[in-house]
């Protein structure tokens, strides 16, 4: 498999689906947004923009199963699965704040071996297949040099539906307030980690996510430089619901610091 060429290809792809999110946004009417949960929105266009991925990527790769957010009846297949968000920041979405990406993963197994984050309102797509690199529109990017937490800045995503860890959260960002450059929740955690790689963040840190919102862009910061694990420095990221992520410098002791309050 050309993980390369496919992975382009998919790049291609989210930018003809990102421009029908972006021209729809117009027509955005309260009546139509379902909620699924406790803040936890869905629009047509989610599930309009999930069709076109789910049609098109079969074509790409017609073995693969699928892992959806919009959808749980899509059949997962043994070796192949994409992993996709067919718009990861529904609420901005809604809202009219223009931080929303389109995520599209390809897990081979339990790897990601290729990821592409596109962030429609700045046009940005952020790719990365395994040991090719990372890149942003075509340039090669990678995580930051930032040797101490306190000269740092870091993402994070305020919990919205689970709130079993919060004390946990709330110490940790508390500490990071007191002793970085500052914390900024964007609302888009795959927008997050494509930001982490290019350079923009030095850290990240999120529970209560699940496989498409992390898996393209946890490729995307590894294949840059960064590291990548969950809470306690394992590889329970994807389907574990919390993930760190780092450029290398910073890594161990901002692992230590959620590792007191987790």
């Not at 297949?77 to 995520?103: E, Q």
């Not at 350079?199 to 840190?205: E, N």
């Amino acid at each position: 498999m050309n993980l390369e060429l496919l992975t382009k290809q998919v790049t291609n792809l989210t930018r003809a689906v990102g421009t029908y999110l972006k021209n729809e946004i117009k027509n955005i009417q309260k009546e139509k947004i379902i909620n699924k949960g406790h803040n936890d929105f869905v629009t047509y266009v989610d599930k309009n923009s999930e069709r076109r991925l789910v049609a098109e990527l079969t074509k790409l790769l017609p073995e693969a199963g699928f892992i959806a957010e919009e959808n749980n009846t899509y059949k997962r297949a043994k070796n192949y699965n994409w992993v996709i968000d067919p718009l990861d920041g529904t609420t901005n979405y809604i809202h009219g704040l223009p931080v929303y990406a389109i995520s599209v993963a390809l897990i081979h197994r339990d790897e990601v071996v290729s990821g592409v984050v596109f962030e429609i309102n700045q046009q940005e797509c952020f790719y990365a297949w395994k040991k090719g690199g990372a890149y942003l529109n075509n340039h090669k990017i990678s995580c930051t040099d930032t040797e101490n937490l306190s000269e740092s800045f870091f993402a994070t995503g305020f919990p919205y539906s689970d709130f079993s860890r919060i004390d946990g959260y709330l110490e940790v960002f508390k500490e990071l307030m007191k002793s970085t450059h500052g914390v900024r929740r964007l609302g888009s955690a795959a927008t997050d980690l494509a930001y982490l790689a290019c350079g923009r963040f030095d850290g990240f840190f999120e529970y209560g996510l699940h496989p498409w919102d992390v898996a393209a862009g946890e490729l995307i910061v590894r294949e840059a430089g960064g590291i990548v694990s969950d809470f306690k420095g394992g590889n329970n990221y994807l389907f574990g619901k919390e993930i760190i992520a780092a450029n290398s410098y910073i890594y161990k002791g901002f692992l230590e610091l959620m590792e007191k309050h987790f």
